[in-house]
């Protein structure tokens, strides 16, 4: 065949969704940024792919920011949420990997307080265990914020789009790129030296 197949069925506990050993996470992540950013800065002359690299590092690290963002448990704030704030009535709206890891640190921690717990597949993520309710529940819960947990650009911008129409639109947050790009998140995921490196 010529084609090249690949098919990783997830679960609730798949490895995607965990982070052993935070430290040595963090660490192998450094590693691989700037192992890569070095080999795209030799040919940077001929078509530069470094911010494409760092955008690309930091959509996946910021899924995962529980365990690789330095200081993360001090913030006053859900990161990369910076209105949705410590104590917050919360639904949280998406239950993929990113929903999956962003309800057990909030369970575990207590942040916010997740009324609810909503996706658009919930039937087939109950059958995974997860405790994912319909939208159609949103109407039913008292909340302080629709924390839209989502990384992928089109979606969650479509999403946005339909949850505006129905509930103010104050209340619902998407993840903040300016702050995920910001020199503070470069410094809090360990890259900042890196990016200093290659000016």
Known sequence: MRE??????????????????????RERFRTLY????????ESADIFDLRQQWKAYMLFIMTARADGLYRGYEKLDYLFPFPKVKKGMEIILYGAGTYGQRLYR?????????????VDRNYVQ????????????????????????????????????????KQYPEEKVHLLDEKLIFSEESLRAFGLADYEKMAV
């Open 105 to 117: 640190f909030l369970e575990k921690t207590g942040f916010c307080h997740v009324a609810a717990w």
């Open 125 to 164: 993520l109950k059958t995974m265990g997860l405790p994912v309710e319909a939208p159609a529940v949103l109407s039913d819960h008292p909340y302080d914020a629709i924390v839209v947990a989502n990384t992928y650009s089109r979606s969650k911008r479509q999403l946005y789009g339909e949850l505006v």
């Open 34 to 41: 700037r192992t890569v950013n070095k080999s795209f800065e």
């Open 4 to 25: 090249c197949l690949y098919h990783y069925r997830q679960t609730a506990f798949s490895m995607v969704k965990e982070i052993p050993e935070q430290s040595a996470e």
